[in-house]
């Protein structure tokens, strides 16, 4: 019975339809991340575990929706295929970003030496261009919501359902686009200090931050209901030194 009931599980868990550009891509990811957090850490420079933790749940997530029997799942019944969209453009992404893994992946990625000439140059500059475009504040933020509502448009879904080379498409834009927008929410600052909403509190003993300079009362708008109620207001994205 213990037997046959593992045999069923790793049945629900191996992939139901095999794919090995989603397998190439979260080994390699997990590679480089891995080798990056191991070379930060020789440099003095700790990953924390939440954040680890957060990265390895959000690519599980990801991984599990796409290569698991709940991809069968998702192909048959429309609820569970709305559940496969959740996690592939909210959930995953959200995780794996809010981990904020870009600095460990770069520290692990292979340092390679391959001198393109004009042609490696002219390529740079035209994905350099592309991801800028994907990432203004307007564009990404529209791409998120349209993308939704494009899937969903009934004979754009249909045939999406029919053709696995189209499935595979909708779920790659669903996953790489919740990818791209919240790191737009959630990117370093140029000056690589992380971007953070300015909270302000009502009363200055409850301001967790220890350096009195730093305080964020006086930052508080009077007169605001809300602020008299709770305390606190968004007052806009600023560079947060922490």
């Known amino acids: 019975m213990t037997l046959r009931l593992i045999e069923q599980t790793l049945a629900l868990l191996a992939p139901w339809e095999f794919s090995p550009v989603v397998c190439a891509a979260c080994v390699l990811t997990i590679t480089f991340y891995l080798r990056g957090v191991a070379r930060l850490k020789r440099a003095g420079m700790r990953v924390s575990p939440w954040r680890m933790f957060s990265f390895f ?3 599980l997530l990801i991984y599990a929706v796409l290569q698991t029997y709940f991809d069968y799942l998702s192909q048959h019944m429309f609820w ?8 592939l453009h909210h959930l995953g992404p959200f995780l794996v970003t809010i981990a904020m893994p870009y600095g460990a992946i770069r520290a692990g990625f292979p340092q390679w030496k391959w001198r393109g000439g004009p042609i490696g140059i ?44 189209l499935y595979h498409a909708m ?16 990117e370093p600052a140029p000056d690589g200090t992380a971007r953070s909403v300015l909270v302000c509190y009502k009363d200055a003993t409850l301001d967790p931050v220890a350096d009195r300079s730093l305080v964020t009362v006086e930052w508080r708008h009077l007169g605001h209901p809300g602020d008299e109620i709770f305390g606190t207001t968004y007052s806009g994205l600023v560079p947060h030194y922490a």
Do not use: E, K
Request: charged share 5%; aromatic share 14%.
């Open 80 to 87: 569970v295929h709305r559940l496969q969209h959740l996690v």
């Open 171 to 186: 779920n790659w834009s669903m996953a790489l686009d919740g990818l791209l927008v919240w790191w737009v929410c959630l």
């Open 57 to 59: 749940v959000g690519l």
């Open 122 to 165: 002219l390529l740079g500059r035209i994905v350099a261009s592309v991801y800028a475009v994907l990432q203004n504040a307007i564009v990404a933020p529209g791409l998120f919501v349209g993308l939704i509502f494009f899937w969903l448009i009934p004979t754009v879904h249909f045939y999406a359902m029919l053709s696995l080379p």
